[in-house]
């Protein structure tokens, strides 16, 4: 079927291939706007900050606990990643992955 057929099919008629190969024709337009309109622009200021909320996010984004999280949040080493008002946390994942990974980088130092 064309594209001009399937627009015109009402959605419950649509096989599931049908409605994959639908919404992937859209997908691709919407992508190839998206890039012509990034090209134009200054990508600095056009780039999109990924952001996890809460410590569930800063769990599922380190993939630990929840004590780790709040630990490592509470530690410091991520401090420029948050933003918390009062009760609402939002962290930007890349800042604090790039924080982490920084922290790292002069080793764990043993106890003794």
Known sequence: MTKDQLLKLPLWQYTGEQF???????F????TST???TSDENVSTT??????????GLCELLQCSKATAHRIK???????AIT???????????LA???IQSSKKGGRKCKK
């Open 74 to 80: 509470n530690s410091g080493v991520i401090k420029d």
């Open 20 to 26: 994959l190969e639908l919404l992937d024709s859209h």
């Open 47 to 56: 780039a999109k900050r990924w952001l996890v909320y809460g410590i569930n």
């Open 28 to 31: 691709v337009k919407t992508t």
């Open 84 to 94: 918390q008002t009062g009760r609402k946390i939002i962290i930007d994942a890349q």
């Open 35 to 37: 890039e012509n309109e």
């Open 97 to 99: 992955l790039e924080l």
